[in-house]
């Protein structure tokens, strides 16, 4: 199944929010991780400018944002549902970390709806919120300092989803961006790179040719690790050539 398709079917289900900047902040956090179907859970202030303000660009998510009255109404259909926790619960679902829930959730997705549930800001998921959960997840923050805002949480989540739905894919390239790269240098070009590298070095006196260590070696080893693209070539070798004018040993490259 297509990563997008199997990002689609994952809800994301905010329950009880009090600030509606953070709601905006989720929706901007699902969309650039390519989620985009929220869940609302009695919302304190919704719609609200505040939200618009802080999604940004993902306003639209917003817009197309289903709110419903109680929890198990938003999680009509869905067939696996993770829990957003920061603490064990005695009589809890099972706790996992986000790459491993992530993995489930996809799993899952391949059958159907899933969703993701976060709580309150302040009091995070009740009991009873958390026990309609198949499974729990937890951010492992610093224990000293474990306070993770709302919309970060949902980013982390969201990261860990889109990165493990597009394994061994290539992500989307915008078309209307123009990579800064030129083709990688030939054998050939970078054979005349490292002569010209001697040239100047001797005739700088920074190489000694009568004992030349292990300065060339070395300068192929650093080359050859960086990939060196054929504009890079010809911005080396006019270093150089200014480089020899310089010294008055210009010659021809």
Known sequence: MKPELLLSR????????????????????????????????RPRSFPDPEADARATGAVDVLESAEISDSLPEALAGAVFVVALSARRRDLGPPIGEPREMAARLL???????????????????????????????TIPAN?????????????????????????????????????FTSPLASHDELEGLYAHFARVMTDTGFLNPAQPGRLMPKIRRLLGRARVEKDEVNILRGILAATQNGTGHARKV
């Open 143 to 179: 224990p000293e300092f474990s306070s993770l805002n709302l919309g970060s949480a949902v980013q982390v989540l969201c990261y860990e989803l889109r990165t493990l739905a597009f394994a061994g894919r290539p992500m989307a390239v915008d078309p209307t961006v123009t990579p």
């Open 10 to 41: 994952i809800r994301v289900v905010l329950c009880r929010p009090s600030h509606p900047g953070n709601i905006g902040a989720a929706a901007r956090a699902m969309k650039t991780m390519g989620l985009s179907d929220l869940r609302l859970v």
């Open 107 to 137: 799993n899952e997705a391949l059958h159907g709806p899933v969703a993701l549930v976060f709580g309150n800001e302040t009091g995070g998921l009740s009991n009873d919120e958390i026990q309609q959960c198949h499974v729990a997840v």
